[in-house]
């Protein structure tokens, strides 16, 4: 059985559907939760989740969101609130049985599975050994893990909607697990850059979604390199910025 393996999409529904379009082919998808953000909701992810069927559970965003911290972003206008009921209803883990096989899906390790950040090269990776399992599925760090713990095959396929991985260039990536051969690979692609967009916020507590108007400034990164300093005369975002950034007098 080919399981493909999404997490930390975070209202980001352009990376989500580039995941499924690369992952085009696996017998079923499952999010390792945080869907969304932990004040924003996104109805776009949360139904195509649905759409597709894919097993879903929650990571620490839905808490915030869904929890007493959350009372202010949930009564944003535009929420599908059959949409937040789903999402509510998810478990913070799940144990599949796949072909005979048993896979745990956590969002962040099988003892605590919600708050802990274990990375490629955390000591504590190779406690997910102990699981009652033969795969180990876990997000939350935004950052690529395959890794055989013992007899558990532990995989954190990145993030499909916020790239943080400095050693895949910060680019988006999912993953794919055959359970038959117990052998997983991770699929990079590019970030979407929010759309071409970005949210910023101002020392003077306002905020302002600004949608970017000049391609050199969401140039992609290639060769894993951000260039620093790079001329750009005349950029109507740059000039954008520089004016709401400047002291007035």
């Not at 997000?139 to 990145?158: C, E, S, W, Y």
């Not at 790079?230 to 910025?241: E, F, H, T």
């Amino acid at each position: 059985m080919k399981l493909g393996i999404v997490s930390d999409i975070h209202c980001n529904i352009q990376g989500l559907d580039r995941a499924l379009e690369l992952m085009n082919g696996v017998d079923q998808v499952l999010c390792l939760g945080d869907s969304i953000y932990e004040y924003r909701f996104s109805n776009e992810v949360i139904a195509r989740l649905i759409e597709i069927g894919a097993p879903t559970i929650q990571g620490n965003h839905e808490e915030t969101f869904l929890g007493p911290m959350g009372v202010r972003a949930r009564a944003r206008e535009g929420i599908d609130p059959d949409l937040m009921q789903w999402l509510a209803e998810r478990p913070h883990r799940l144990e599949l049985d796949c072909d005979g096989k048993k896979v745990l899906m956590v969002h962040s390790t099988p003892w605590e599975p919600r708050g802990a950040y274990i990375y490629r090269h955390s000591p504590e990776l190779e406690r997910f050994g102990e699981a009652d399992a033969d795969f180990v599925l876990f997000g939350h760090t935004h950052q690529q893990v395959i890794h055989r713990a013992g007899d558990v095959l532990v995989v954190n396929p990145g993030s499909a909607g916020d790239a943080r991985d400095p050693d895949n260039g910060r680019q988006l990536s999912c993953a794919v697990l055959d359970t038959e051969t117990e052998e997983a690979r991770i699929i990079d692609y590019p970030a979407s850059y929010h759309n071409s967009a970005a949210g910023l916020s101002f020392a003077d507590g306002h905020a302002e979604i600004k949608k970017w108007l000049d391609p050199r400034t969401i140039k992609p990164i290639n060769n894993r390199l951000m260039p620093l300093n790079v001329a750009s005369p005349n950029n109507k975002d740059m000039i954008w910025l520089a004016d709401r950034t400047t002291i007035r007098k």
